[in-house]
């Protein structure tokens, strides 16, 4: 059954600092976001795509979670162990965007640990929603960097995939990492962490990254209340 | 004033606010011509272009899937209506979808002779909507020849039905 796509952006100081893809120091712009865009409509990576550009993010777009491990450098055994040190990935907020307006749905993303939840067809001002977290997380981050826990969550490949991370197709030939957008909420301080937006199905397989930014991501108190904020069902 | 641009331009306005008031277009399609600047004139164009071309290919391979009778891929078949669903809502093609939502309806009860009928009646739909379409591209295309501006928003004499109104705010 065709899958949802999703959207994530890592902040491109934190992938600096773990250093992945090899990326070389430059010099930092903390209004630059990178959106990791995982859809496996190509119609719907057009369009997320473009929502993203015209809001002033970097954005990278791939067609599946797979591809979105590839691109990231985690796609490997080696990569996907030493994934509890790394902070970087811990932090990158994730977005779930889905055509299904099914609420417990919804909730478990939430619990999950996604930052929010976009409902399709996204539009431009849910994309302008999320921005604005965006440069107000990295305005804040600097200031105020959550520490990890002592004890690291260790990466289990067996647990119930969670909502299908953001897939990364390669569309531009930048090397810098994808950027993860910070979820916005209207109430209370949004957890410092980037940002990944994606849309699938509960089942989709995959991510070590993912049950570790799940994890770690601090427990969404703001959840009813972004659930206020959705839409109502298209149909 | 050139006269022939406010003509033109008026002409576009007019279709366009058809197509929505025949149910063609949903708020959706406002959503996509947002999107769309002096610095990519083309992307509302592009991206329906790439919708009908994922419509053909969905079902072409839907229509396989249906074809015999002892020995039909349901699963298949309500995998290609999911994407064409979602496409079709992401590019605000308000008809199409409409069908995908019956045509799922008759996937999910093993309705092959209801699918065959959806099938066909999708295939109508998108091949209707990417003439209307081409329509107003070109109308697009003549009022950008004569020097003129695309317009961005409608007309305020336009009444239209709440279930279709296009946003009109900026």
């Known amino acids: ?235 | 004033m050139n006269t022939v641009v406010a003509k033109l331009q008026r002409q576009f306005q007019d279709y366009l606010v058809s197509l929505y008031q025949q149910g063609f277009l949903d708020n959706q399609f406002t959503e996509l011509r947002k999107l769309q600047d002096e610095g990519t004139p083309d992307f509302v164009a592009e991206v329906v272009s790439l919708f009908f071309d994922d419509c053909s290919k969905l079902i072409n391979s839907m229509s396989r899937s249906l074809e015999r009778p002892e020995n039909v891929d349901f699963k298949q078949v309500d995998s290609g209506v999911h994407q064409l669903k979602g496409s079709s809502s992401s590019v605000g093609a308000r008809r199409v979808k409409n069908v995908c939502i019956s045509f799922k309806e008759c996937c999910d009860v093993q309705n092959r002779e209801g699918c065959l009928r959806c099938l066909q009646q999708v295939d109508y739909e998108y091949k209707m909507l990417k003439t209307k379409l081409q329509d107003l591209f070109n109308l697009e295309q003549q009022i950008v020849q004569a020097g003129g501006a695309i317009p961005q928003h409608f007309p305020s004499y336009t009444i239209l039905r709440p279930d279709i109104r296009p946003c009109l705010d900026a």
Request: proline share 10%; hydrophobic share 35%.
């Open chain 1, 1 to 235: 059954m065709a899958r949802d796509g999703g959207v994530s952006c890592l902040r491109s100081s934190e992938m600096m600092r773990v250093g992945i893809g090899g990326m070389e120091s430059q010099p930092l712009d903390l209004d630059e976001v990178h959106v990791l865009a995982v859809d496996d409509s190509l119609v719907d990576r057009i369009v997320i795509e473009r929502l993203l550009r015209i809001t002033s993010c970097k954005v990278t777009a791939v067609d599946s979670g797979w591809r979105a491990l590839e691109f990231l450098g985690l796609d490997n055994e080696k990569a996907s162990a030493e994934l509890d040190e790394s902070s970087s990935f811990r932090q990158v907020p994730v977005v779930i965007m889905s055509s299904e307006n099914v609420l417990t749905r919804i909730d478990r993303c939430l619990e999950e640990g996604a930052e929010d939840f976009l409902l399709k067809p996204v539009k431009l001002a849910d994309v302008k929603r999320l921005r604005s977290y965006l440069t107000r997380d990295v305005k804040l981050s600097n200031a105020n960097k959550r520490k990890l826990p002592e004890d690291s969550v260790p990466v289990n490949t067996s647990l119930p995939p969670p909502p299908s991370p953001f897939t990364i197709s390669p569309d531009s030939s930048d090397s810098s990492p994808p950027m993860t957008i910070s979820p916005e909420s209207s109430d209370s301080s949004p957890p410092l962490s980037p940002l990944e937006i994606s849309s699938s199905p509960l089942s989709t397989p995959i991510d070590d990254e993912d049950d570790d930014v799940l994890t770690s991501s601090p427990a969404p108190e703001e959840s009813p209340a972004r659930r206020q904020k959705m839409r109502s069902p298209l149909d």
